[in-house]
C-alpha cells in the first residue's frame, strides 16, 4: 500500500498537474490531489448532466407517443351520442310511447378485461415517463 502510494508521490511530482504550493511533500500531494479530484468531479458532473439531458429528451418522446396510444384507445364518445340522437328523433317523429329500450347503449362499464389492462399498462407507464422526466429536471 505505502508503495503504491509513492508511485503515485514520484508521478505527480514529475508531471506537469502537480504544482509547488509548500515546502514539504504533504502540502503538494494535498494541493495536487485537490486539483486533480475537482478536474474529476467536473468531467463526472459534466457527463451526468448529458446523460440527464438525454433521458429527458427521451422520456419527453415517450410520454408523447404514450398519449397518442393512450388517446386512441378511448371508446368513440360519438357512438353513445349517435344512438341518443337517433332515440329522440324517434320520440318527437312517434311520440312519447315509443321509447326503445336504452340499455343497447354503449356503457362506460362495459369494458372487456384485456381493454382495461391495456390503458392500465398505458397510464402506468405514462406516469413512470413523466416521473422520470421530472427526476432528470431536479438532477439537472
Known amino acids: 500500500m505505502s508503495n503504491t502510494l509513492e508511485q503515485i508521490l514520484d508521478v505527480l511530482?514529475?508531471?506537469?498537474?502537480?504544482?509547488?504550493?509548500?515546502?514539504?511533500?504533504?502540502?503538494?500531494?494535498?494541493?495536487?490531489?485537490?486539483?486533480?479530484?475537482?478536474?474529476?468531479?467536473?468531467?463526472?458532473?459534466?457527463?451526468?448532466?448529458?446523460?440527464?439531458?438525454?433521458?429527458?429528451?427521451?422520456?419527453?418522446l415517450f410520454s408523447a407517443v404514450n398519449s397518442t396510444f393512450i388517446i386512441r384507445m378511448q371508446p368513440n364518445p360519438g357512438d353513445t351520442t349517435n344512438s341518443l340522437l337517433l332515440q329522440l328523433i324517434q320520440i318527437s317523429v312517434n311520440g312519447p310511447n315509443s321509447v326503445q329500450d336504452v340499455s343497447n347503449l354503449s356503457s362506460s362499464t362495459g369494458y372487456p378485461s384485456s381493454t382495461v389492462w391495456m390503458q392500465t399498462l398505458a397510464h402506468a407507464s405514462l406516469a413512470f415517463s413523466v416521473l422520470a422526466a421530472f427526476g432528470a429536471v431536479l438532477g439537472k
Open 13 to 60: 511530482r514529475g508531471s506537469i498537474i502537480a504544482e509547488e504550493r509548500g515546502k514539504d511533500v504533504k502540502s503538494t500531494f494535498w494541493a495536487t490531489y485537490k486539483k486533480i479530484s475537482n478536474e474529476h468531479d467536473d468531467d463526472f458532473l459534466d457527463r451526468a448532466n448529458d446523460d440527464m439531458g438525454i433521458i429527458l429528451t427521451f422520456a419527453g
